[in-house]
Every structure is written in C-alpha cells, then in structure tokens.
C-alpha cells in the first residue's frame, strides 16, 4: 500500500498502475500534483487496495496512516447504524464520504463495507478540513472514491474458512461495464462483549455474529468522453444473537445463558450519479437512497427486566442534489473556481408509521483563488457560504467558512506548506428529532459543530522515495456527541468540544528485484471536553504505526501490511477514560499469475489470531475477527 505514489512498479491494467507522485483531484478540486498539494493527501490504486487483502473498501482503509479502525462484525460488517467509521485523526464524525466526486453519505453514515474493492479504480484521502470545498460532514477529512468507467471482463470465485464465499463477475467495454460482487461470511462467537449496568440488572452480554452477506451491483455507461451515468447498488445484511454471559445483580431472575435479543441487519442503499467534466466546467447530478432495517426479539429490557417484545424498525435517508464548478485560468499565475451546490435531503425516521418524515433544502456557494507569487510560492485562499432553508419546524441554520493555504517549492520534486482551514458539520435529522431504534434521546437545540484545522507540511519525491511530514492541530467547538444517563438507561445528544495535535509522517519506497515498501508513523492527542466531563479527557490511541511490504516479480505478487495503534484509551461517554490493550491488523495476501488469463490468490486476515479490542469507548468491546483466510480464482476473457 502506498501513501502517494511517479515509478511505475507493477501493472497489467491503468487501474492497477501506482506512482510516487500521482495526479490528485479532491484536496483543490482541479488536477495537480500531489508533491504540489498544500494539504494531507493519500492516493490508493485498486491494486494496492487488494495488495491489503480486503474485499471490501472498510476494511481496506484500516490500514492508512491517521485512520482509527472501529468494527462492529466480520469483515467490517456494521449493526445498522452502527458502522465501521473513517475516523480521521481522532474526530468521530468528520469524514465525508464521496464517489465520483459526489456526497453519498446518509445524515453522517456510510457503507464502506459494502463497496467491493473490485469496482474502485482508486482512493483520494484529504486528512484536513475540507468544508470549503465540499460542505458539512468534511470536519477531518474527505474519502473521495473514484471507480472504475472500463469493464474488466473478469469472473471471480473464492472460498474460506469460517464460511467464507466470494462471487464476482465483470463485463464491458469502453462505453459501458457492469459488475456483480457477492461476499459472505459464516457464523464468530463473541464478536463483542458488553457490560452491563442497568437498573434492574447488572452483568455482562456476549453477541454473536452469523449469516454476513453483501451484494454488490454497478453500472457504467460513457455517454460521451466528457459525460458518463453510472448506478451502484449496495445491500448488506447480518445476524447477530446476543447472550448473558455473566450476572452480578438481577430483580428479575435472569441467568447465564437467557437471550437478551436477536438482530437482523438490513442495509440498503441506491446511488445514480450524472457527471459531466471538460475541464473548465464540471457538473453532476445525483440520487442517494439508504435503507436501514433491524428486526428481531428482545427478551430483556433497556431497563434489565425480562420481557418478550418484537423488534422491528426501517429507516429512510434520501438526497438528491446538483454541483456545478467553472474553472478559469488567468494568465499563466491565476486559476480561480465557482461553484453552486444543492441538495435536498429527507429522512424518515420510521418507515412503518406516517408523520415522522423530515427535510430540508442544503444551499451553497464557494470560489477558490490560486495565485503564484513567483516560481516558487503560490497561494490559495476559498470561502464558501451554507444555508438551509424549507427545514422541519424551521431550524434553518448558515455557516461561512475560509480557507487560506500557502505552499513554498524548494524545487520540483520538493515543497513546503502551511494551511488553515474552517469546516462545519449541521446536526442531522436524527439527533435532533431522534431514530426509531435508537436508545438516544433527541435534541432539536444542537448547533452547528465548527472547527479550524491548522498544519504545516513538507512533501519530496525523489529517485525512489515519496517522503510525507505533517504537524497539525484541530480545535473543534460543538462537537455533537452522546452520552450515557445510567439512571435513564439511554443516551442524551449534547455540543461538546474536540482538539488533537499531532505529527505524521510517512515514506513509500519502491525497491529493487519487484520490492516496493511503505512506513507510516503518528503521534496525536485527541481530547475531548464536555458538559458531563468538564475536563479534557483522552480519545483513542497516541501512537499509530503502519507499514507494508511488496514483492512483484514474474508471475508472483505477494503483500504483507499492518497497523499497530498504542497507547490506546476507551473513553466512556460519562465517565473518565481507561487504558485497553493496543491493537495490531494485519494481512497477507499472494497471487500468482498462472497465464494471461487466469490467476489465484490467498488472502489472510488477522495472521497472529490476535484478539484485539476495536472499539474505542468504554463498557463494550468489539473484537476483530479471528484468523481467516480466503482462496479465490479470478479469470479475464
């Protein structure tokens, strides 16, 4: 895996090409070197994406320097809502995610899971604010995943321990492609242990995970060289039983071995996107639709009593929108860009009942300047101006944020940078008027969480090394976030506050005899400050090493990665932090070549069986899932 990338090292398709200083998109929003780049970028191809063993893009990013890992399930299957995050140097609910230029997260959530690795031509990682550019959720950084517009005609089968199946198959051509993703996942005892503390019962729970599917479904079609459609659909769905396993105090007779409930996990979500892009003009329409469902018995009460009841919920998150972006260059120091932004968002909190849906109508307007100074300096400064207006029981709300980046060469392959930029996230639907399934109590009072990210950055590519140093701090005022009223037994949303500084740096290296390598190291300090803490209490881990190895010769490719995160801390939402054991992921995965057509590959997860705590807040573990494998079969025609 590698954090940018010039020297081709290994490729059969465009897609699976890597270099050391690739061309990025995102962090300006118009194509330009990364070593040019005044901001935290990282690039990943598709074929470093398989290189980390995963199949699906969640578990892929776990492995990015400045990424926390949170997992709720195998292969990063989530619990509805409950998904596995981007958490971006420590803030929780900063990351917008996109495809193809486009926003497809639904009130903060996303599906990474669910999106093959197969279907991506690439990743662009921006690790700093991105509001002005591209609006509320980008507090920590933007995801922007571009996937493939060619059909590889390819068919795919794998199989594994722990019941694991993967099916895919992909046809097309130049004008139009089409693919097919199946990933299943069999029955792991103990995913998650949870403590208990409610008012009638007080012990501990063990979940069960089985049944994981997903299903995923793409078209492509290239209307012409400059406008395409494409349509994805996403399906994910798991089983998970949970069980006490311990008892320390009960008022209604339960003992080890009762059922508290079972879930089933439904997620479903539709995104249709038009794209357009001569490189002065780029505009884009889009359709998002997620649906979330959780079925199953309850036999034990949020307040500790046993008591049959059936659970059944289904919500909807709906967006459709436009952006429309016009680039001019002026003379040979001047580039400028502005742009319009709409976006109607809906939501309904509980599908089976009339009254509860939600909407509002998301505007905005942005310019960005691009000024050379000299050969050598260049500065950019943005603005872009959010408002909402139609909103539900008329809590509108607007928010101006700026951005000012410098960037110094010292000379083609070398740069130095400084940034500061704003970002803004609006409270969603559901935490200020609540979900049907959820135990948290909604706030129809929150304000919009704004926060200013600062850095100062050095970049090289040279020969066969691309060098990355970052020194940055974030301060975060409002930060929405949920706590825990034991004596209620639910969760209460409130603005609470957020900072972290750190340094980052990172190095790929591409060697001789097929080697490549990449290294990784952070060091940060996420806190938190609340109104139920009012002092600044630990978040996550100080400490995050990531590294990886290559060898690509003949007709061997073989990659071994790893993310170690130390100095790791839960942090309760209403008492004070702890210390957990520090978490290493790791991966192997090997393919070999056996003719032009046809290839196998062996990929193993968590290769040291490591029983690793994945969850980052007290009282409830999340445990990665035990050493895996999974043999497959791929064949081009």
């Known amino acids: 895996m590698s954090s940018g990338g010039g020297t081709v090292v290994h490729a059969e398709e465009p897609s699976q090409a890597f270099t050391l200083d690739p061309m990025v998109v995102t962090a300006t929003r118009y194509e330009k070197r990364d070593v040019d780049v005044p901001a935290s970028t990282t690039v990943l191809t598709g074929q470093e994406l398989k290189d980390t063993g995963a199949n699906n893009l969640g578990v892929a990013l776990s492995k990015v320097p400045g990424i926390a890992y949170k997992q709720f399930g195998p292969s990063g299957a989530s619990m509805g809502t409950m998904i596995n995050e981007v958490n971006i140097r420590g803030i929780s609910n900063g990351t917008l995610v996109m495809v193809n230029g486009n926003p497809v997260s639904w009130r903060g959530k ?7 690795v197969d279907n991506i031509e690439r990743v662009e990682i921006v690790k700093s604010g991105g509001s002005v550019l591209y609006g509320s959720e980008a507090m920590g950084g933007v995801v922007n ?71 995923n479904v793409s078209l492509g079609y290239n209307i012409t060289d400059n406008l395409n459609f494409s349509y994805n659909y996403f399906e994910t769905k ?5 069980f006490v396993d311990s008892v320390k105090a009960t008022s209604s007779g339960i003992v080890v071995g009762d059922q508290f409930n079972g879930r089933t996990y439904t997620s479903k979500q539709h995104t249709s996107q038009l794209n357009y892009n001569d490189n002065n003009i780029k505009a884009s329409m889009y359709f998002n639709q997620a649906d979330i469902s959780a079925n199953g018995p309850t036999y034990i009460t949020s307040k500790g009593k046993k008591s049959f009841s059936q659970y059944n919920t289904k919500e909807r998150n709906r967006t459709y929108g436009t952006d429309v972006q016009k680039n001019w260059t002026i003379g040979e120091k001047s580039k400028a860009i502005f742009g ?34 000299d050969d050598k300096n260049t500065v950019i400064v943005g603005a872009r101006e959010t408002w909402t207006t139609g909103a539900t029981r008329g809590q509108n709300y607007n928010n101006f944020s700026a951005a000012g980046q410098y960037i110094h060469k010292l000379n083609q392959n070398q740069s130095l940078y400084a940034a500061v930029t704003q970002s803004f996230i609006m409270p969603t639907y559901a935490q200020m008027y609540g979900a049907s399934y959820s135990s948290a109590i909604p706030n129809p009072n929150l304000k919009p969480q704004t926060g200013t990210n600062y850095e100062i950055g050095w970049k090289k590519v040279s020969d066969n090394h691309s060098w990355k140093a970052a020194f940055y701090h974030i301060d975060i005022t409002d930060n929405i976030s949920a706590t825990w009223e034991k004596n209620k037994s639910e969760y209460t949303y409130a603005n609470e506050d ?82 957990i054991k520090p978490y290493l992921l790791t991966s192997l995965s090997t393919t070999y070549q056996m003719d032009k057509h046809s290839d196998i590959t062996l990929t193993m997860d968590n290769i040291l069986n490591r029983k690793d705590n994945l969850s980052h807040s007290g009282g409830s573990a999340y445990y990665a899932t035990p050493f895996n494998f ?8």
Not at 341 to 361: C, H, I, L, M, P
Not at 630 to 637: A, I, Q, V
């Open 630 to 637: 999974l043999l497959s079969y791929n064949y081009k025609f």
């Open 145 to 215: 995943i571009i996937l493939k517009k060619k059909g590889s005609n390819t068919i795919g089968v794998g199989f594994g321990n722990r019941g694991q199946q993967n099916y895919n198959a992909s046809v097309g051509n130049e004008k139009f492609t089409i693919g097919y993703n199946l990933e299943k996942f069999g029955k792991v005892n103990g995913i998650s242990e949870s403590d208990i503390d409610y008012n009638d019962f007080e012990g501990s729970t063990r979940t069960d995970a089985d049944n994981v599917e997903k299903n």
């Open 238 to 242: 798991v089983d998970y039983n949970r």
């Open 110 to 116: 996303y599906n990474l899971d669910s999106i093959a």
């Open 498 to 579: 957020f900072k972290n500084t750190g340094v980052e740096l990172t190095c790929d290296i591409v060697g001789k005899d097929g080697l490549s390598y990449n290294w990784g190291i952070n060091y940060g300090d996420p806190k938190v400050k609340g109104t139920k803490k009012p002092y600044w209490d630990r978040k996550f881990g100080r400490v995050q090493l990531n590294g990886g190895i290559t060898y690509s010769k003949d007709k061997w490719r073989s990659s071994l990665t790893a993310s170690y995160l130390a100095d790791r801390v839960g942090t309760p939402s209403s008492s004070h932090s702890e210390k």
């Open 340 to 373: 319009m932004t709409y976006q109607r968002e809906f939501y309904d909190k509980s599908v089976f009942t009339n009254g509860d849906d939600y909407a509002r109508n998301n505007w905005a307007v942005y310019g960005q300047w691009e000024q050379a100074l």
